[in-house]
């Protein structure tokens, strides 16, 4: 079935900030496709025993049990714009999950946390949404810790432009357009790689999907 133009819309805006029985659905789906992803993203912040980690845009929050599986005692803290993602995150987790977890809703701006709060900061498929992404990346080095590491995944610009439903809402990135913005903030860029896979997109296609691990250092 070929999905109309207002299809397309509505699968931007609820990818953008999921809401509702739609961006239940959404999140499902996201949590699937995009977990090695995710699973990239969290091995490559090489998380080690006691770390508090901060995630960025946690979605439903189903991969949880695997940030815990790598390593003891760690703290997690899960922020999102979307209260329907926030609220399904809480819903989810386990009693010993939420001795180690906290979730808090913010206005994709502001990270309300103190200074030097957090070992580990992650971030999967968000920064396509950043409004300004030079200020973002000097607010998380605000609350990394001095010798913190931050970790952005991303699918590449080539991989996003493909996709019917990418509008005015994203900003598309390639590794070269990444590594410009990290130079203007105030951390450091460690490593990037890069990865292909075979996935079901949003509208229903199967597509090869690039996607960059970016590694930084406060």
Partial sequence: ??????????????????????????????HKTNFSMTKATFDASNIVNNDV??????????????VFSLAENVFYYGLEISETMYSEAKKQIRLKEENQSVFKLYDGVKI???????????????????????????????????????????????????LPFVKEKFTLYNVSKIKEIVTKSTLELIDVYSNKENVISKSGDKVLREYHVVILKK
């Fill in 1 to 30: 079935m070929k999905l109309t133009e207002k299809d397309l819309m509505k699968i931007e805006d609820q990818l953008s900030n999921p809401k509702g029985n739609t961006g239940l659905e959404i999140a499902k789906n996201m």
């Fill in 53 to 66: 980690v901060l995630e960025i845009g946690h979605g439903n929050c189903n991969h949880l049990d695997y």
């Fill in 112 to 162: 309300p946390f103190n200074a030097s709060s957090f070992d580990k900061i992650v971030t999967v498929n968000t920064i396509c949404f950043w409004e300004t992404p030079v200020l973002f990346l000097n607010e998380i080095c605000r609350v990394l810790k001095e010798g913190g590491t931050c970790v952005i995944c991303f699918a590449d610009e080539g991989f996003m432009k493909k």
